[in-house]
C-alpha cells in the first residue's frame, strides 16, 4: 500500500469519512506514544504529533497527514501554555490534540460539503444551458419555470421571454389536450421516454419532436413540477419519410410502384365491394420504346420515360393512381367509375396523348401504347388478378396492331397459356431446326420474269403444326429473339440463293424482312457481311427490306446504317410503304433501292378511287427518282391490270405464286418466266380518272 494513496483534496461524504479516520489515527497515535513511553525516554510532545502525522498518511492520505500535523502543533502549544504539572500536561495534549483535531475535522468536512454541493448545482446549471436539447420545467399548474438555451434555440424564445408563460404556448392547439393525461402521469410517478409528438415555435412553425417527461419530487416526496428533454427529431422524421417515399415509389418516374399500387388496389376493391361499386385497371405497354433505348441509350429512354409518366397524371383524376410497374410498363388504377364505357373513353384519352411529339434532347421522339382493361367485379375479385388480366388483355392490343386498346375477355387467358408456352419453345427452336423457309416470287410486271424472291419464316412446331410469322415474330420480338431469328433467316436465305446459282438456275436477288431491333443492333452491319463472306453471295443479290416507320424513327442514325449498307452493294427497300405517315423528303436523303407498296392500298384499287389515286402517285414519283416499285399483294388480274398501265415494277402476291419450299422454288426457276404476268390491256379502264 503506497503511503500516499490520494493526491487530490477529498470531496463530500468521503472528505468526512477521511477526516474521521484522521482522529482515529491521532487517537491510536497517541495510545502508541504512552505505550513506547519507556523506550522514547523524556516527554517530548512532539512524538505525538509525528506519529499522528504517519498514521494519519498511512490510513487517510496526504491531506489529512497535513491537517493532523497543524492541529497536532496547535495540540503541543496548548499543551505547553498548561500548568506544569505533567499529568495535567498529558492530559492536555490528549484531549486538547483530539478536541482540536476532531473540530478541525468536522469544519473542514462541512466546509468541503458545501463546497462541492455548491461546485455541484454549478455545473448542473452549466450542463443543462449547454445541451443541444431543450430542457425545461414547469409547475404543477404548467408554468415554465427553467428554460435553458436548447430551448431558445429549437422555438425561438428566450428565458425571460418563455419563463412564467404557460408551457401551451409551444403546444399545438390540436394536442393540448394531451397536458391533461401526461399531468395524470407526473402525478402518479410515472416517468415518459421518447414520446413524439409536434410543438410549435415562436413564429408558429410545427416541429417535430421527442420529449422524455419525468417528475420533480421534494424531500418530503411530494411531485411539485414537471421535467422535459425535447430532442428535435425533424432531420429524422424527413429522412424516413424519403426512406418511405423510395419504398414505395418508382426512382425514375417518382410514381407509386407496384407495391403501393396493390396496396391502393386492395383498398379500392374493399371500397367498391363495400359499396356495390366497380373500379377498373388499365395496363399499358410503350410500343417499340427498346428500339428507341437500344438505339439512343439509355439517358435518352429513361427521358421519354418521364415525359410519358407526366403525360399519363395529366389524362387521369387526382383520385387515380397512376404506376410504373417497371421497364416501359405503366399500370392506371381507375377508382370509382360508374360504367364500362368510360374505362374506354380514358383508354383514348391516354392513347391520343401519347401519339404527340415528345421532345427529349434534340429529338422529337413518337411513341405509341398497347392498352389492356379490365374492371372489378366482373374481371377479377383481387389486386393480383385484375393486374393479370389487364396485362392479358394488353398483349390481345399488341397482337392486334399498336396504338390501340383492348378490355379482357375469358377466352384470353387460354390464348395467353398458349402464347406462354409458345415463347418458351421458340427459345430452343432454333436449336432444334424447326424453322424453314418458304420462297414467293417477284415478278417483272413488264416482262413477266422471275426478279427475284422474298423470303419468308414459318415454324414447324411439334405440338401446333406449320406457324405463320404472324403467330410467333411479335413474341420473338417481346422476349429479344428476334436479332438472332432474323440472323438465321439471313444466313439461310443467303445460303440457298448461292445454291441456286451454284446449281445453274438464273440468279435470283432474295429479300430478307428486317426488324426494328435488328436493324438497330450495333453488331448488324458486321453481321452482314460475316453472312456474305461465309455464304459466297454476291452483296447486289441481298435485299433488306426495311419498314418506313423503322427507317424514321432516328435519321440521323439511320441514314449512316444505309450508307454502309449501299457501300456494300445490299440493296435497301422500304417495307410497307405509305404506312408510317413520315416526310417523303427521306427517299431523297437514304439511298433506296425499292418500294414495296403495301397491300392495304393493292387490295382496294379496283373498288376505291382514292386509293386508286395514291399507287398511281406512288408508283410515277417512284419511277420519277429512279427507284423500283414493287406491289404487294395482287390477288387478281384486275389489280395486276392496273399496275402494269401505271407502269409498276415488280409485284408480287397469291395471283402468281404463293410462298413455297426451296425445292420447288427451284422448279420455278428452270422456266423463269410466271405465265399469268404476261402482259394485258384488258383492264385499261382502272386507269384513275382525273
Same mark, same amino acid.
Request: charged content about 20%; glycine content about 6%; proline content about 4%.
Given at each position: 500500500?503506497?503511503?500516499?494513496?490520494?493526491?487530490?483534496?477529498?470531496?463530500?461524504?468521503?472528505?468526512?469519512?477521511?477526516?474521521?479516520?484522521?482522529?482515529?489515527?491521532?487517537?491510536?497515535?497517541?495510545?502508541?506514544?504512552?505505550?513506547?513511553?519507556?523506550?522514547?525516554?523524556?516527554?517530548?510532545?512532539?512524538?505525538?504529533?509525528?506519529?499522528?502525522?504517519?498514521?494519519?498518511?498511512?490510513?487517510?492520505?496526504?491531506?489529512?497527514?497535513?491537517?493532523?500535523?497543524?492541529?497536532?502543533?496547535?495540540?503541543?502549544?496548548?499543551?505547553?501554555?498548561?500548568?506544569?504539572?505533567?499529568?495535567?500536561?498529558?492530559?492536555?495534549?490528549?484531549?486538547?490534540?483530539?478536541?482540536?483535531?476532531?473540530?478541525?475535522?468536522?469544519?473542514?468536512?462541512?466546509?468541503?460539503?458545501?463546497?462541492?454541493?455548491?461546485?455541484?448545482?454549478?455545473?448542473?446549471?452549466?450542463?443543462?444551458?449547454?445541451?443541444?436539447?431543450?430542457?425545461?420545467?414547469?409547475?404543477?399548474?404548467?408554468?415554465?419555470?427553467?428554460?435553458?438555451?436548447?430551448?431558445?434555440?429549437?422555438?425561438?424564445?428566450?428565458?425571460?421571454?418563455?419563463?412564467?408563460?404557460?408551457?401551451?404556448?409551444?403546444?399545438?392547439?390540436?394536442?393540448?389536450?394531451?397536458?391533461?393525461?401526461?399531468?395524470?402521469?407526473?402525478?402518479?410517478?410515472?416517468?415518459?421516454?421518447?414520446?413524439?409528438?409536434?410543438?410549435?415555435?415562436?413564429?408558429?412553425?410545427?416541429?417535430?419532436?421527442?420529449?422524455?417527461?419525468?417528475?420533480?419530487?421534494?424531500?418530503?416526496?411530494?411531485?411539485?413540477?414537471?421535467?422535459?428533454?425535447?430532442?428535435?427529431?425533424?432531420?429524422?422524421?424527413?429522412?424516413?419519410?424519403?426512406?418511405?417515399?423510395?419504398?414505395?415509389?418508382?426512382?425514375?418516374?417518382?410514381?407509386?410502384?407496384?407495391?403501393?399500387?396493390?396496396?391502393?388496389?386492395?383498398?379500392?376493391?374493399?371500397?367498391?365491394?363495400?359499396?356495390?361499386?366497380?373500379?377498373?385497371?388499365?395496363?399499358?405497354?410503350?410500343?417499340?420504346?427498346?428500339?428507341?433505348?437500344?438505339?439512343?441509350?439509355?439517358?435518352?429512354?429513361?427521358?421519354?420515360?418521364?415525359?410519358?409518366?407526366?403525360?399519363?397524371?395529366?389524362?387521369?383524376?387526382?383520385?387515380?393512381?397512376?404506376?410504373?410497374?417497371?421497364?416501359?410498363?405503366?399500370?392506371?388504377?381507375?377508382?370509382?367509375?360508374?360504367?364500362?364505357?368510360?374505362?374506354?373513353?380514358?383508354?383514348?384519352?391516354?392513347?391520343?396523348?401519347?401519339?404527340?411529339?415528345?421532345?427529349? $434532347?434534340?429529338? &422529337? %421522339?413518337?411513341?405509341? /401504347?398497347?392498352?389492356?382493361?379490365?374492371?372489378?367485379? #366482373?374481371? !377479377? *375479385? $383481387?389486386?393480383? &388478378? %385484375?393486374?393479370?388480366? /389487364?396485362?392479358?388483355?394488353?398483349?390481345?392490343?399488341? #397482337?392486334? !396492331? *399498336?396504338?390501340?386498346?383492348?378490355?379482357?375477355?375469358?377466352?384470353?387467358?387460354?390464348?395467353?397459356?398458349?402464347?406462354?408456352?409458345?415463347?418458351?419453345?421458340?427459345?430452343?427452336?432454333?436449336?432444334?431446326?424447326?424453322?424453314?423457309?418458304?420462297?414467293?416470287?417477284?415478278?417483272?410486271?413488264?416482262?413477266?420474269?422471275?426478279?427475284?424472291?422474298?423470303?419468308?419464316?414459318?415454324?414447324?412446331?411439334?405440338?401446333?403444326?406449320?406457324?405463320?410469322?404472324?403467330?410467333?415474330?411479335?413474341?420473338?420480338?417481346?422476349?429479344?429473339?428476334?436479332?438472332?431469328?432474323?440472323?438465321?433467316?439471313?444466313?439461310?436465305?443467303?445460303?440457298?440463293?448461292?445454291?441456286?446459282?451454284?446449281?445453274?438456275?438464273?440468279?435470283?436477288?432474295?429479300?430478307?424482312?428486317?426488324?426494328?431491333?435488328?436493324?438497330?443492333?450495333?453488331?448488324?452491319?458486321?453481321?452482314?457481311?460475316?453472312?456474305?463472306?461465309?455464304?459466297?453471295?454476291?452483296?447486289?443479290?441481298?435485299?433488306?427490306?426495311?419498314?418506313?416507320?423503322?427507317?424514321?424513327?432516328?435519321?440521323?442514325?439511320?441514314?449512316?446504317?444505309?450508307?454502309?449498307?449501299?457501300?456494300?452493294?445490299?440493296?435497301?427497300?422500304?417495307?410497307?410503304?405509305?404506312?408510317?405517315?413520315?416526310?417523303?423528303?427521306?427517299?431523297?436523303?437514304?439511298?433506296?433501292?425499292?418500294?414495296?407498296?403495301?397491300?392495304?392500298?393493292?387490295?382496294?384499287?379496283?373498288?376505291?378511287?382514292?386509293?386508286?389515286?395514291?399507287?398511281?402517285?406512288?408508283?410515277?414519283?417512284?419511277?420519277?427518282?429512279?427507284?423500283?416499285?414493287?406491289?404487294?399483294?395482287?390477288?387478281?388480274?384486275?389489280?395486276?391490270?392496273?399496275?402494269?398501265?401505271?407502269?409498276?415494277?415488280?409485284?408480287?402476291?397469291?395471283?402468281?405464286?404463293?410462298?413455297?419450299?426451296?425445292?420447288?422454288?427451284?422448279?420455278?426457276?428452270?422456266?423463269?418466266?410466271?405465265?399469268?404476268?404476261?402482259?394485258?390491256?384488258?383492264?385499261?379502264?382502272?386507269?384513275?380518272?382525273?
Amino acid at each position: 500500500m503506497p503511503i500516499l494513496k490520494n493526491r487530490s483534496i477529498p470531496k463530500g461524504n468521503a472528505a468526512a469519512v477521511q477526516y474521521a479516520q484522521a482522529i482515529l489515527a491521532a487517537v491510536i497515535a497517541i495510545f502508541l506514544r504512552y505505550l513506547l513511553a519507556p523506550f522514547l525516554g523524556t516527554y517530548n510532545p512532539y512524538h505525538t504529533v509525528w506519529l499522528a502525522v504517519v498514521f494519519s498518511a498511512w490510513f487517510c492520505g496526504l491531506w489529512p497527514a497535513i491537517i493532523a500535523t497543524i492541529v497536532g502543533a496547535l495540540g503541543v502549544w496548548y499543551s505547553l501554555l498548561s500548568p506544569s504539572h505533567a499529568f495535567m500536561r498529558d492530559q492536555t495534549e490528549v484531549f486538547g490534540m483530539v478536541g482540536f483535531l476532531f473540530l478541525a475535522s468536522c469544519i473542514i468536512a462541512l466546509g468541503e460539503s458545501s463546497r462541492r454541493a455548491f461546485f455541484d448545482r454549478s455545473a448542473l446549471a452549466a450542463i443543462v444551458d449547454s445541451s443541444d436539447d431543450a430542457i425545461i420545467s414547469t409547475n404543477l399548474d404548467g408554468a415554465m419555470t427553467s428554460w435553458n438555451r436548447g430551448a431558445e434555440r429549437l422555438f425561438g424564445l428566450t428565458p425571460q421571454e418563455a419563463v412564467g408563460l404557460p408551457i401551451t404556448i409551444i403546444i399545438p392547439p390540436d394536442l393540448q389536450q394531451q397536458e391533461a393525461r401526461i399531468l395524470e402521469c407526473m402525478l402518479a410517478g410515472e416517468r415518459i421516454d421518447n414520446y413524439e409528438t409536434v410543438r410549435v415555435t415562436k413564429t408558429g412553425a410545427r416541429v417535430d419532436v421527442s420529449v422524455t417527461m419525468s417528475p420533480v419530487i421534494d424531500p418530503e416526496g411530494r411531485v411539485v413540477g414537471i421535467s422535459k428533454i425535447a430532442r428535435d427529431i425533424g432531420e429524422r422524421k424527413l429522412l424516413e419519410l424519403q426512406m418511405s417515399h423510395l419504398a414505395q415509389h418508382d426512382v425514375l418516374t417518382d410514381l407509386p410502384n407496384r407495391a403501393l399500387l396493390i396496396d391502393r388496389l386492395t383498398q379500392a376493391i374493399a371500397f367498391a365491394r363495400r359499396n356495390s361499386g366497380r373500379l377498373a385497371v388499365l395496363f399499358l405497354d410503350l410500343d417499340g420504346f427498346k428500339h428507341i433505348n437500344d438505339s439512343l441509350g439509355h439517358a435518352v429512354g429513361d427521358k421519354l420515360l418521364q415525359a410519358v409518366a407526366r403525360r399519363l397524371k395529366q389524362c387521369v383524376r387526382n383520385s387515380d393512381t397512376v404506376s410504373r410497374q417497371g421497364g416501359d410498363e405503366f399500370v392506371i388504377l381507375l377508382p370509382e367509375i360508374a360504367h364500362p364505357e368510360d374505362v374506354a373513353i380514358s383508354g383514348q384519352k391516354i392513347l391520343a396523348a401519347l401519339r404527340a411529339p415528345h421532345s427529349v $434532347n434534340e429529338y &422529337a %421522339l413518337q411513341i405509341t /401504347a398497347s392498352i389492356g382493361l379490365c374492371t372489378y367485379p #366482373e374481371d !377479377g *375479385s $383481387n389486386a393480383d &388478378a %385484375l393486374i393479370k388480366n /389487364a396485362d392479358t388483355a394488353m398483349y390481345q392490343a399488341k #397482337e392486334h !396492331g *399498336s396504338d390501340s386498346y383492348q378490355f379482357f375477355e375469358r377466352s384470353m387467358n387460354v390464348r395467353a397459356v398458349q402464347r406462354q408456352s409458345l415463347e418458351g419453345s421458340l427459345r430452343h427452336a432454333v436449336e432444334r431446326k424447326e424453322f424453314v423457309l418458304y420462297y414467293q416470287p417477284k415478278v417483272n410486271l413488264k416482262t413477266g420474269v422471275i426478279s427475284g424472291a422474298e423470303a419468308l419464316i414459318r415454324w414447324m412446331h411439334p405440338e401446333f403444326g406449320l406457324l405463320p410469322p404472324l403467330k410467333f415474330v411479335p413474341i420473338a420480338e417481346d422476349c429479344g429473339l428476334i436479332v438472332p431469328i432474323g440472323e438465321w433467316v439471313m444466313r439461310e436465305a443467303c445460303k440457298q440463293a448461292r445454291a441456286w446459282i451454284d446449281a445453274g438456275l438464273p440468279a435470283t436477288p432474295v429479300a430478307v424482312n428486317i426488324s426494328s431491333l435488328e436493324f438497330r443492333n450495333k453488331k448488324f452491319i458486321e453481321s452482314v457481311g460475316n453472312i456474305l463472306r461465309d455464304t459466297g453471295l454476291e452483296p447486289y443479290h441481298l435485299e433488306l427490306e426495311v419498314t418506313e416507320t423503322v427507317l424514321m424513327q432516328h435519321a440521323a442514325s439511320t441514314t449512316s446504317v444505309l450508307e454502309v449498307l449501299h457501300a456494300m452493294g445490299v440493296r435497301i427497300a422500304v417495307d410497307d410503304f405509305g404506312t408510317g405517315y413520315s416526310s417523303l423528303s427521306y427517299l431523297r436523303r437514304f439511298p433506296i433501292d425499292a418500294l414495296k407498296l403495301d397491300r392495304s392500298f393493292v387490295h382496294e384499287i379496283a373498288a376505291n378511287e382514292d386509293d386508286a389515286i395514291i399507287v398511281s402517285a406512288v408508283i410515277s414519283m417512284g419511277n420519277s427518282l429512279g427507284h423500283t416499285v414493287i406491289a404487294e399483294g395482287i390477288e387478281t388480274a384486275e389489280q395486276l391490270a392496273f399496275l402494269q398501265i401505271h407502269s409498276c415494277t415488280e409485284g408480287q402476291g397469291y395471283y402468281f405464286a404463293r410462298p413455297m419450299l426451296a425445292g420447288q422454288f427451284a422448279k420455278l426457276l428452270e422456266t423463269g418466266v410466271m405465265a399469268t404476268a404476261v402482259p394485258t390491256e384488258c383492264c385499261a379502264n382502272l386507269a384513275p380518272r382525273g
